[in-house]
């Protein structure tokens, strides 16, 4: 099956503009979906299929992809921002398995 | 507002088989468009996709897994399940379960569950 591969983590000023990018062979096929987890809770969807925002989530979230590598950025960091993000996809197999990345620790400072 | 609820024991013995099951309230598993997925998290890591199932009972597992799980469904009771056998302490993780699309994006997902593995 695919690897999707992140940064362990990132740091952003708070106010600044931060990018936390996932590669991937499948990412070539399939959109990236980009799941934001606090801790202790479950994983919420931020962005999916080319830059889709489910409903409550603020646009300052917004996804890019280009080759392999899909893109989270996020706009105006805030506070509350501070969080484990998760890419995923389908595996570029075309057998209908799914791939997470490994995450990535995003600390707002 | 579609939600799910996973259940089972949250300690399992070493070798034996763990098993959980999945509620969809606020909607059908029935549903045409959607597939049911099981991810879990072990303490401190990252997500690992286990495996899926439509509501036909057409199922996909991760290959580092699939000898060792089963997931099933049933759509009378608007649940569907998900069996781990021969487990061992690797396998302790707060399970997952989430709705997703064919494109593998998984909204919503339950709160999870924490099983741990000990004897």
């Known amino acids: 099956s695919s690897e999707l591969t992140q940064d362990p983590a990132v740091s952003v000023a708070l106010g600044q503009t931060v990018r936390i990018t996932c590669q991937g062979d499948s990412l070539r096929s399939y959109y990236a979906s980009w799941y934001q987890q606090k801790p202790g809770q479950a994983p919420v969807l931020v962005i999916y299929g080319k830059n889709n925002r489910p409903s409550g989530i603020p646009d300052r979230f917004s996804g890019s992809s280009s080759g392999n590598t899909a893109s989270l950025t996020i706009t105006g960091a805030q506070a509350e921002d501070e969080a484990d993000y998760y890419c995923?996809?389908?595996?570029?197999?075309?057998?209908?398995?799914?791939?997470f990345g490994g995450g990535t620790k995003l600390t707002v400072l | 507002q579609l939600q799910l609820q996973e259940s089972g024991p949250g300690l399992v013995k070493p070798s034996e088989t763990l098993s959980l099951t999945c509620t969809v309230s606020?909607?059908?598993?029935?549903?045409?468009?959607?597939?049911w997925g099981w991810i879990r998290q072990p303490p401190g890591k990252g997500l690992e996709w286990i495996g899926s199932?439509?509501?036909?009972?057409?199922?996909y597992y991760n290959p580092s897994l699939k000898s060792r799980v089963t997931i099933s469904v049933d759509t009378s009771k608007n649940q569907f399940s998900l069996k781990l056998s021969s487990v061992t302490a690797a396998d302790t993780a707060v399970y997952y379960c989430?709705?997703?699309?064919?494109?593998?994006?998984?909204?919503?997902w339950g709160q999870g569950t924490l099983v741990t593995v000990s004897s």
């Open positions: 606020g909607g059908s598993i029935s549903s045409s468009s959607y597939y």
């Open positions: 995923n996809s389908r595996d570029s197999s075309g057998n209908h398995l799914g791939v």
């Open positions: 989430a709705r997703h699309t064919p494109e593998m994006t998984y909204d919503p």
């Open positions: 199932i439509y509501y036909s009972g057409s199922t």
